[in-house]
């Protein structure tokens, strides 16, 4: 929610459709921090963003293989955003 914008994509994979009536969960992880050169203000983070249909964050489904995802994955994002310093 504090991100001050999308950086860079690194992937993603629309994995499956939604539809209308269906319930959209998303939770994100940071895979890693950086800090930016000459900026003492901001810094960025790795994230990865899982979107499901139906399925609450709790279950925190995801990839089920090396090429399988869990039945409700609509969406695998992996991306870095600029993030203020407090």
Avoid at 24 to 32: G, H, L, P, R, T
């Amino acid at each position: 929610a504090n991100a001050f914008k999308v950086a860079a994509i690194n992937g993603a994979k629309h994995v499956a459709p939604a539809f209308a009536g269906n319930t959209i969960y998303a939770w994100s992880e940071v895979f890693e921090k950086a800090e930016l050169p000459n900026h003492a203000d901001f810094g960025a983070l790795r994230l990865r963003t899982i979107a499901t249909n139906d399925q609450p964050c709790g279950a925190f489904p995801g990839k089920t293989g090396e090429r399988s995802y869990d039945a409700s994955v609509l969406l695998d994002w992996d991306y870095w955003v600029l993030m203020p310093r407090r």
